[in-house]
């Protein structure tokens, strides 16, 4: 059993900050920053396109209350939420990282060059398979 299947089974400890029927969220034990959150679906599944939409409804639902709770807590400027599929799901359980940005904070994309045609390309691909 995965160490996130363990923490929803309370055989390990965390700091969990909401549960549901659904959803556990907890801090991060690496986090990137203070208020780093990790969102789980309470199934085990290594990507986003095999969990039931219902589940991943709960998982929006709780990102938005932490959202909110972090910009009263820490009343940063932003956020970012990422989560890693498939070979990149660290122990094989999607989950979602949430945490608070601020303009200094380093953190960022690197963009290639010619940016307008690599963006035209790569969203034709996209919208082809929407
Ligand atoms: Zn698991």
Redesign the pocket.
């Known amino acids: ?2 160490v ?2 363990q923490i929803i089974n309370k055989q390990v400890p965390a700091h969990i900050v909401y549960e549901d029927d659904k959803v556990i969220s907890f801090l991060d034990i690496e986090p990137i920053r203070e208020g780093h959150v990790l969102i789980v679906p309470k199934l ?1 599944v290594d990507s986003l396109d095999k969990l039931p939409d219902d589940m991943i409804a709960g998982v929006m639902r709780v990102a938005k209350k932490v959202v909110v709770a972090h910009r009263e807590i820490y009343g940063n400027e932003g956020y970012s939420m990422m989560q890693n599929g498939g070979k990149y799901c660290d ?3 999607a989950h979602f990282h949430v945490f608070p940005r601020y303009d200094s904070d380093g953190f960022g994309f690197n963009y290639p060059e010619g940016e307008s045609e690599y963006s035209e390309k790569v969203a034709a691909k996209i919208i082809e398979k929407l």
Request: a neutral charge.
């Open positions: 059993m995965c996130f299947c085990h122990f094989g359980h």
